[in-house]
């Protein structure tokens, strides 16, 4: 293996690539990039057996061939190279050396053949979407994952695929972000995907790119997006995702609405004398007086009267405030609501301006 190329061109294929690639690996061949030249381009891989990505850029290839080379170390070579520096890399004796200007260096390899790829993902399914789309619904749902949860379907997102939408949501047993896009999809059925949490952020910062339309291929465990030079391969969580409308509150005969910034910034406020563990917040509804109110175990108090307006009978009710905060953030509109039925129920928080997205957050006891 021998190529050229310019030290720009390749921390662009380094770059997307390294996140995947875990510092503390099992298998020492995990920590390795791939590296592939052929046709004039350079491919590079990386893997965690659960999630792969392969990123290509253009190179003056010499020689055609394969090998696995330290990851960490060719990205931080690379990128510690002049901005405008050439980079040439020739693979001799189990040893990649390369130079640039005048620094020179040689790192240790491994067969390639050791590198575990996925090339056959079974594809049943392929769709067509608009970056925007799954921007918007991966924006909108992600922060309800849970984190390392023992219920292992919840540390992900389910992504349902229907003939006239696509959804998203997510939920760590606390809440629940529900967001829906209209979207023409050819199935016969509806599918069901729940894609893991370390597939779903590497999606994220890959979704930056200047593309406009993102291929997804669906397999029976796999699924795999093309976005512009970088490929995502990952595996699907094998499980059964609860369900998720049953928990939704339509029945609400409480509504409070009001600014969306102005009830951050009063619930930002109000926990700072929160009880640090439990973050609780409670909310005080009448017609005559909204009210958020917080103590600590220090028996420091917080107290905000809020502007906005309340129909329906008065409620005190609690909830851990960063959950209100989360769902608020991702919201477009300046106004949101509110609609609560008691307090033992869950709230349904909705935008002002958008009704294709929904957000269930449980109550606490103060």
């Given at each position: 293996?021998?190529?050229?190329?310019?030290?720009?061109?390749?921390?662009?294929?380094?770059?997307?690539?390294?996140?995947?690639?875990?510092?503390?690996?099992?298998?020492?061949?995990?920590?390795?990039?791939?590296?592939?030249?052929?046709?004039?381009?350079?491919?590079?891989?990386?893997?965690?057996?659960?999630?792969?990505?392969?990123?290509?850029?253009?190179?003056?290839?010499?020689?055609?061939?394969?090998?696995?080379?330290?990851?960490?170390?060719?990205?931080?070579?690379?990128?510690?190279?002049?901005?405008?520096?050439?980079?040439?890399?020739?693979?001799?004796?189990?040893?990649?050396?390369?130079?640039?200007?005048?620094?020179?260096?040689?790192?240790?390899?491994?067969?390639?053949?050791?590198?575990?790829?996925?090339?056959?993902?079974?594809?049943?399914?392929?769709?067509?979407?608009?970056?925007?789309?799954?921007?918007?619904?991966?924006?909108?749902?992600?922060?309800?994952?849970?984190?390392?949860?023992?219920?292992?379907?919840?540390?992900?997102?389910?992504?349902?695929?229907?003939?006239?939408?696509?959804?998203?949501?997510?939920?760590?047993?606390?809440?629940?972000?529900?967001?829906?896009?209209p979207q023409s999809i050819e199935t016969e059925h509806e599918q069901q995907l729940i894609i893991p949490r370390k597939a779903?952020?590497?999606?994220?910062?890959?979704?930056?790119?200047?593309?406009?339309?993102?291929?997804?291929?669906?397999?029976?465990?796999?699924?795999?997006?093309?976005?512009?030079?970088?490929?995502?391969?990952?595996?699907?969580?094998?499980?059964?995702?609860?369900?998720?409308?049953?928990?939704?509150?339509?029945?609400?005969?409480?509504?409070?609405?009001?600014?969306?910034?102005?009830?951050?910034?009063?619930?930002?406020?109000?926990?700072?004398?929160?009880?640090?563990?439990?973050?609780?917040?409670?909310?005080?509804?009448?017609?005559?007086?909204?009210?958020?109110?917080?103590?600590?175990?220090?028996?420091?108090?917080?107290?905000?009267?809020?502007?906005?307006?309340?129909?329906?009978?008065?409620?005190?009710?609690?909830?851990?405030?960063?959950?209100?905060?989360?769902?608020?953030?991702?919201?477009?509109?300046?106004?949101?609501?509110?609609s609560l039925s008691s307090p033992d129920s869950s709230g349904l928080i909705r935008d002002g301006s958008d009704p294709h997205?929904?957000?269930?957050?449980?109550?606490?006891?103060?």
């Open positions: 293996m021998k190529f050229d190329i310019e030290r720009q061109r390749l921390l662009s294929a380094l770059q997307p690539v390294v996140g995947v690639v875990e510092r503390r690996q099992t298998m020492p061949v995990l920590s390795n990039f791939l590296l592939e030249t052929d046709n004039g381009s350079l491919l590079v891989t990386g893997t965690d057996l659960e999630l792969e990505l392969l990123a290509s850029a253009e190179a003056s290839v010499h020689e055609s061939g394969r090998a696995a080379v330290p990851a960490r170390k060719l990205y931080d070579i690379c990128r510690g190279l002049p901005d405008e520096a050439h980079v040439s890399c020739e693979l001799a004796d189990q040893k990649l050396h390369i130079r640039s200007g005048r620094s020179r260096f040689t790192l240790s390899t491994l067969a390639a053949t050791d590198f575990p790829v996925v090339d056959d993902i079974g594809e049943t399914n392929r769709i067509n979407l608009e970056k925007q789309t799954l921007e918007r619904l991966l924006h909108k749902t992600q922060f309800a994952m849970a984190h390392q949860d023992v219920r292992y379907y919840l540390n992900g997102l389910l992504l349902v695929l229907r003939a006239d939408r696509l959804r998203a949501v997510a939920t760590d047993g606390h809440r629940l972000a529900l967001c829906d896009a779903v952020a590497e999606l994220q910062k890959l979704l930056g790119d200047e593309v406009e339309t993102i291929p997804l291929e669906l397999g029976s465990n796999h699924l795999r997006a093309q976005i512009g030079a970088v490929r995502l391969t990952t595996k699907l969580i094998d499980g059964r995702f609860p369900d998720y409308e049953r928990v939704i509150p339509e029945d609400g005969n409480k509504l409070l609405s009001g600014n969306r910034q102005g009830m951050r910034q009063a619930l930002a406020r109000t926990a700072i004398l929160s009880n640090e563990k439990f973050r609780g917040v409670r909310l005080e509804l009448s017609t005559e007086r909204l009210r958020l109110q917080a103590q600590n175990p220090d028996h420091e108090e917080a107290q905000e009267d809020i502007d906005g307006s309340y129909e329906g009978a008065p409620i005190d009710i609690g909830f851990n405030v960063n959950y209100l905060l989360d769902a608020l953030a991702v919201l477009d509109g300046e106004e949101f609501t509110l997205c929904r957000y269930v957050v449980m109550p606490m006891r103060l």
